[in-house]
């Protein structure tokens, strides 16, 4: 069940008791999205989070009536494992979006080039640019700000030359991974972020009031706006 819409600038808030409203109603929504986008131009191009938190938003899109065979899926993220990893995000998004089970749609995956991140990143950057902009970009965020694989303290993914489409991520800390750049999550057409839990909300609000000092403020500085669906639990 909804809380309450409200609108401040360019940030939507969409805020809810639970987690699976909360994804139920972002699924609808992009689901909406990607049937404009499909019948305007033919074809859509949507990103995706991994983790755990977006397994309800990606089965509840799947479950939609969209002409999945135009749709293209790619990862916001991966971490330098192979695909059949546990920690694999494309293994989830797979194990949870039906269309893919079903080959029903297409995916661009970040695995399989080579066992040198810069390399693999540099592929990845490659296949982008021969793609347009994200038609829809959805995303979760840590309680650090991070999104995707864009960790706060990992200066050269954060820096990346705005050409550049994928980055290689080094968060500190943490494993390798291959992240989408700031610059091609920035210009996707449609953002919405998934979080939940009263943690998530100050850090939103936080990087609301100091976006420069979050990554996630790389989407909250988009002239094109951000919807955030929240839920309390």
């Not at 360019?10 to 990607?34: C, T």
């Not at 990103?47 to 916001?76: E, I, N, S």
């Not at 995303?139 to 200066?155: Q, R, T, V, Y």
């Not at 939940?196 to 988009?222: C, D, M, N």
Request: zero cysteines; proline letters at 7%; charged letters at 20%.
């Amino acid at each position: 069940m909804a809380i309450h819409e409200a609108a401040a600038g360019p940030v939507a808030w969409h805020r809810f008791e639970a987690l699976g409203d909360a994804s139920e109603a972002l699924a609808e929504a992009v689901a909406i999205r990607l049937a404009a986008v499909i019948e305007a131009r033919g074809a859509a191009l949507i990103a995706v989070p991994g983790g755990t938190t977006p397994a309800r938003f990606l089965a509840a899109l799947g479950a939609h009536d969209v002409a999945w065979d135009k749709v293209t899926l790619l990862p916001t993220d991966e971490r330098f494992v192979s695909p059949g990893d546990a920690a694999s995000n494309e293994r989830m998004i797979r194990a949870s979006f039906a269309p893919l089970a079903q080959d029903r749609a297409r995916f661009l995956s970040f695995h399989d080039h080579g066992d040198d991140l810069e390399t693999a990143a540099s592929a990845i950057s490659g296949a982008l640019a021969d793609l347009p902009p994200i038609d829809i970009l959805v995303g979760g965020m840590g309680a650090d700000g991070h999104i995707a694989s864009l960790f706060p303290g990992d200066a050269d993914a954060l820096g990346a030359d705005p050409a550049h489409h994928a980055v290689a991520a080094r968060p500190p800390g943490l494993p390798e991974r291959i992240s989408l750049s700031p610059s091609r999550l920035a210009e996707a057409g449609w953002a919405a972020l998934l979080v939940s839990g009263a943690e998530k909300q100050q850090t939103l609000a936080s990087a609301q009031a100091l976006p420069a000092s979050f990554p996630v403020g790389i989407l909250l500085g988009r002239p094109q706006g951000l919807d955030v669906y929240w839920s309390k639990v």
